[in-house]
Each structure stands twice: as C-alpha cells, then as structure tokens.
Antibody, heavy 112, light 109 residues
Framework: EVQLVESGGGLVQPGGSLRLSCAASGFTFSSYWMSWVRQAPGKGLEWVANIKQDGSEKYYVDSVKGRFTISRDNAKNSLYLQMNSLRAEDTAVYYC?????WGQGTLVTVSS | SYELTQPPSVSVSPGQTARITCSGDALPKKYAYWYQQKSGQAPVLVIYEDSKRPSGIPERFSGSSSGTMATLTISGAQVEDEADYYCYSTDSSGNPQGVFGGGTKLTVL
C-alpha cells in the first residue's frame, strides 16, 4: 500500500525546536520530489518546502527560510523537517506530500 | 510573492454544475492542480496538470486552463462533493516553489 506516515509533532514553547519525520512506503521514494505542507487551525493549505529526489535542491516559503530545514534519507525512505526558532504562527497540522499522496498529518502547537 | 486567487465560496444545488476558478499570473506557463479536502481529512488530488484526473476520481470532476485562469468543474455535483477545494501551482521563476490558492468552500444543498 502506498502511504506516508508523519510523526514528531507536539507541544513546544516559542523559540523551541522540533523535528518532523515522514516514513514512505509502497513506492520508490528516491524517484520523487517531496514536500511539506501545513494547515493552521481553521485556515487554508500552505506549501512550506520541497526537496529534489537526491536532496540537491531545496526550496522554502519565505516565512520559514533560515528557520526550517527539509532533508531526506533515501536509504530509509524518510523525509524530515527540522524546525527551529518556532513561533506561535507555526502552529499547524504538517503534512508530508508527494503530489497525489498525502499523509494524515502531525499537529505542531507552539505555545507557552 | 506569487499568489493564486480563488473565490471564498461557491454554492449549487445537487445535480447542478459547480465551477471553481483559480487565477494566477504564471498559469499560462505552469500547471494547475486541484485538491479536495473534507472536514478533518487530508487533501485528495482530484485534478493534476490542468485537466488530468487521477484513477478513482469520478468523471464528473474535470479541469481546464486558459490564460491566467484555471477552472475546476464538477458536472452534476453531489452532496458528497461538499468540501473545500484548493488550487496549487508554482511560480514562473524557474524554481519549483509551490503556492496554494486560499481555498473555496463548495456547498451542495
């Protein structure tokens, strides 16, 4: 079965860090660009970052540049999002996505 | 930064045709993708590359693009099609930075 499963979300204080993981299965992970997309409570979808198949190209939405880092490990079929200097406005469900395949998301709450 | 613009809401009666638009300056050069999101669920791709329908998506869903506007059409909308719909594309800078439209709430009643 083709699926993506996110983990690593939780409650973190402003200024803190969190690392999200996404485990891929059922397809050749190393053949695809992968993305992180987030959705704040009651709000729309926001593209956050994406990464090329071999990790050589990475792109970010302006609001997370310098704070978030996307990475992947093709040997482990895994995608990551390292989030530093977290702010209240980063509170959202974070989805791992490959165009037609999305995980169920993991909730990140930034609050004191 | 690049933006895609959608109407906040569209309302139709069951069996009618619903059309949801998405406008963006780069759409003449970049593909549009459409996602359906029902309450509490992850988004589902319903149209890719402007007009292609993934397997398992009902034929009543179709897409088109002309100039700076892409359109999702649901012919004979059903009650179960009630959801939020988002268009997605990339800007024309050459870098694949994505952007979503603000979303359209489709009401079928």
């Amino acid at each position: 079965e083709v699926q993506l499963v996110e983990s690593g979300g939780g409650l973190v204080q402003p200024g803190g860090s969190l690392r999200l993981s996404c485990a891929a299965s059922g397809f050749t992970f190393s053949s695809y660009w992968m993305s992180w997309v987030r959705q704040a409570p009651g709000k729309g979808l926001e593209w956050v970052a994406n990464i090329k198949q071999d990790g050589s190209e990475k792109y970010y939405v302006d609001s997370v540049k310098g704070r978030f880092t996307i990475s992947r490990d093709n040997a482990k079929n895994s995608l990551y999002l390292q989030m530093n200097s977290l702010r209240a406005e980063d509170t959202a469900v974070y989805y791992c996505a490959r165009a037609s395949i999305w995980g169920q998301g993991t909730l990140v709450t930034v609050s004191s | 930064s690049y933006e895609l613009t959608q109407p906040p809401s569209v309302s139709v009666s069951p069996g009618q045709t619903a059309r949801i638009t998405c406008s963006g300056d780069a759409l003449p050069k970049k593909y549009a993708y459409w996602y359906q999101q029902k309450s509490g669920q992850a988004p589902v791709l319903v149209i890719y590359e402007d007009s292609k329908r993934p397997s398992g998506i009902p034929e009543r869903f179709s897409g088109s693009s002309s100039g700076t506007m892409a359109t999702l059409t649901i012919s004979g909308a059903q009650v179960e099609d009630e959801a939020d719909y988002y268009c997605y594309s990339t800007d024309s800078s050459g870098n694949p930075q994505g952007v979503f439209g603000g979303g359209t709430k489709l009401t079928v009643l």
